[in-house]
Nanobody, 123 residues
């Protein structure tokens, strides 16, 4: 069983930056595709970004392309989401997810989920 723990959320003003981290407990996830999703109040959970197990392939939602960067550090067994130029509409709970089968933009592609970390962007 893989447990994912997100950290790095918080409150920031529009235009600011935050870096989210996700680390698993229980095992290494070097062969897992990893993704970030978010869910705002009253809305469905949506794809944000994903990275392949090797780190060579990434994919972003159009809404965050050019502002967010997903990366992974295998030595630290951690995946990151660098969020720049944050907007109020980025306010959501952000979830990290791991997939044994690859990297996907759909929720159903993931096997393990974290509990989420809150990001609030004020205008």
């Amino acid at each position: 069983q893989v447990h994912l723990v997100e950290s790095g959320g918080g409150m920031v003003q529009a235009g600011g930056s935050l870096r989210l981290s996700c680390a698993p407990s229980g095992r290494t996830f070097s062969r897992y595709g990893m993704g970030w999703f978010r869910q705002a109040p009253g809305k469905e959970r949506e794809f944000v970004a994903t990275i392949s197990w090797s780190g060579s392939s990434t994919l972003y939602a159009d809404s965050v392309k050019g502002r967010f960067i997903i990366s992974r550090d295998s030595a630290k067994n951690t995946v990151y989401l660098q969020m720049n130029s944050l907007k109020p509409e980025d306010t959501a709970t952000y979830y990290c997810a791991a997939s044994r089968r690859g990297s996907f933009s759909r929720l159903s592609g993931y096997d393990y989920w974290g509990q989420g970390t809150q990001v609030t962007v004020s205008s």
